[in-house]
């Protein structure tokens, strides 16, 4: 299943199978950008992170692949399992503001269907 | 390996009064973040700390809110005179200093305003 930036808040996926997660960004000058998965009731969980100086970047049945060209973030799960049912959010950290502002998008509802 | 820690988990309280929430960052984290979150959003950014030094508020932060870290290890967070809007979660991050250091959140606290 794919879901494309904030305007489909919402994608169903099957158990098994790959998701992938969108997210567009807006300022050409972020330099670090996080995806958090946030369960209900529970604070976001850091998953994987990626500077801007690197396209793709993997972890455990994760990936992450960054397109500066076109400002573009994607998450990639494989072999969703029902556990990955959560709020996925992206987040960038911008050159112009301090190092510690997190700025996040509006999230991504995953639902993992058996 | 303890995480970041926040409490209370839920707070419900009458418009009007004060309330103080309190965060215990990962231990050998020096910096330490505030956001607000409400239904269906990204976390909002509100302010942070490198240990003792409050470094930036957001706009959000009005003058009803305090926030502080008197011994650059643990946090309150003070909303005086309490309105219904003030009703979201807040979260509390920390990190280590430096460029590109992820943020790891605690599980929040629920404020709800009757």
């Known amino acids: 299943g794919e879901s494309v930036g904030l305007h489909l808040p919402t994608l169903s996926v099957q158990e098994g199978d790959n998701s992938i997660i969108n997210c567009a960004y807006s300022?050409?000058?972020?330099?670090?950008f996080i995806w958090y998965k946030q369960e209900s009731g529970k604070g976001p969980q850091f998953i994987i992170d990626?500077?801007?100086?690197?396209d793709k970047r993997q972890g455990q049945r994760v990936t992450v692949l960054l397109n500066k060209t076109v400002k573009h973030l994607s998450l990639q799960i494989a072999a969703t399992q029902p556990g990955d049912s959560a709020v996925y959010f992206c987040?960038?950290?911008?050159?112009?503001?301090?190092?510690?502002?997190?700025?996040f998008g509006a999230g991504t509802q995953v639902v993992v269907t058996p | 390996d303890t995480g970041v820690s926040q409490n209370p988990r839920h707070k419900i309280t009458k418009r009007g009064q004060n309330v103080t929430f309190r965060c215990d960052p990962i231990?050998?984290?020096?910096?330490l973040y505030w956001y607000r979150q409400t239904l269906g959003q990204g976390p909002e950014f509100l302010t942070y700390?490198?240990?003792?030094?409050?470094?930036?508020k957001s706009r959000l932060l009005s003058d009803r809110f305090s926030a502080e870290r008197p011994k650059g290890s643990f946090s309150t967070l003070e909303i005086q005179r309490t309105e219904q809007g003030d009703s979201a979660m807040y979260l509390c991050?920390?990190?280590?200093?430096?460029?590109?250091?992820?943020?790891?959140f605690g599980d929040g606290t629920r404020l709800s305003i009757l």
């Open positions: 991050a920390s990190s280590v200093s430096g460029d590109n250091q992820p943020q790891h």
């Open positions: 300022n050409s000058a972020s330099d670090y």
């Open positions: 990626i500077r801007s100086n690197m």
């Open positions: 987040a960038e950290i911008l050159l112009t503001d301090s190092w510690g502002k997190l700025q």
């Open positions: 231990s050998e984290h020096n910096r």
């Open positions: 700390f490198q240990n003792e030094a409050q470094l930036e």
